[in-house]
Nanobody, 116 residues
Framework: QAQLVESGGGLVQPGGSLSLSCAASGSISRFTAMGWYRQAPGKQRELVARIISGRSTNYADSVKGRFTISRDNAKNTMSLQMNSLKPEDTAVYYC??????????WGQGTQVTVSS
């Protein structure tokens, strides 16, 4: 069974940067689509960024131009580079992967806090 483990969260000041990483047990190539979601206190989980077939990407309007999603099949990792962070980016960030056969996997989440 695939496992996804996030890392890289933490506390950062507004305007700062963080890079999140999602490591997969086994081959990451089994995931036809992968993404980052986030959930702030009292809010629903929302899509942040998604990468499909390792090429096509889409982003939430709120992060366009600031966040960049990427995946490295050789290293079995997916990353999210977050720049120009804002307090409203504060949330638990989750890694997600969808396989060709329709299974969905989630990581345990990593906390990102943007505060001065």
């Amino acid at each position: 069974q695939a496992q996804l483990v996030e890392s890289g969260g933490g506390l950062v000041q507004p305007g700062g940067s963080l890079s999140l990483s999602c490591a997969a047990s086994g081959s990451i190539s089994r995931f036809t689509a992968m993404g980052w979601y986030r959930q702030a206190p009292g809010k629903q989980r929302e899509l942040v960024a998604r990468i499909i077939s390792g090429r096509s990407t889409n982003y939430a309007d709120s992060v366009k131009g600031r966040f960049t999603i990427s995946r490295d099949n050789a290293k079995n990792t997916m990353s999210l580079q977050m720049n120009s962070l804002k307090p409203e980016d504060t949330a638990v960030y989750y890694c997600n992967g969808d396989t060709f056969h329709g299974y969905t996997y989630w990581g345990q989440g990593t906390q990102v806090t943007v505060s001065s």
